[in-house]
């Protein structure tokens, strides 16, 4: 289980999962994990020599409240973990809507930005309603969405998002 695997990277002294605020034991689905640690043989080894590498390929991934209280829900996610950083690409459904994204997060401090999730998925009016984003007056149909969510440590969290308005019926 996906659960299992994840306290193991969220085992101390890594906080791996608890970094990107996931709490491992909400997590539900399969995967099947790869890890590879790289230490010297001292009697007391500090955590910042151990070189630790995981990829993951998870199914059926589960996880609560990941945007506007809504579940990923069917996640086929592949994850690439290492000392200075993770990658997660897939897809599943948040809430109502089918999405596709990549998650990059950055465990070094000096880098920019530390996180960033590139998405693509498509909109219904049922959808709009779930994200508490709809204007039926204004916008139905289908709607595509690129975005990406970007955030440095320290500052304020930034949102681009491109629409694909060729199905819509304003």
């Known amino acids: 289980p996906v659960i299992d695997q994840l306290k193991l990277i969220d085992h101390e002294p890594l906080r791996y999962a608890r970094r990107l605020g996931i709490e491992a034991n909400q997590v539900q689905g399969r995967a099947a994990t790869r890890a590879r640690f790289e230490f010297p043989l001292f009697h007391d080894l500090p955590i910042d020599d151990v070189a630790i590498a995981v990829a993951s390929h998870m199914t059926n ?9 809504q579940d990923l829900t069917n996640g086929q996610l592949d994850l690439a973990l290492d000392g200075g950083g993770m990658k997660i690409t897939g897809r599943g459904s948040i809430g109502p ?5 990549v998650w990059q997060e950055s465990f070094v401090s000096d880098v920019s930005p530390s996180s ?9 009016e049922a959808t709009r309603q779930a994200f508490r984003i709809s204007w039926p007056e204004v916008l139905g149909g289908a709607v595509g969405l690129t975005g990406t969510y970007l955030k ?10 491109a629409l694909d308005l060729t199905k819509a019926e304003l």
Request: proline share 9%; net charge negative.
């Open 116 to 124: 960033e999730i590139s998405f693509k998925g498509t909109m219904d």
């Open 152 to 161: 440095d440590s320290g500052q304020p969290a930034r949102l681009e998002a």
């Open 61 to 69: 991934v589960k996880l609560p409240d990941v945007v506007s209280d």
């Open 97 to 101: 809507a089918p999405a596709e994204f």
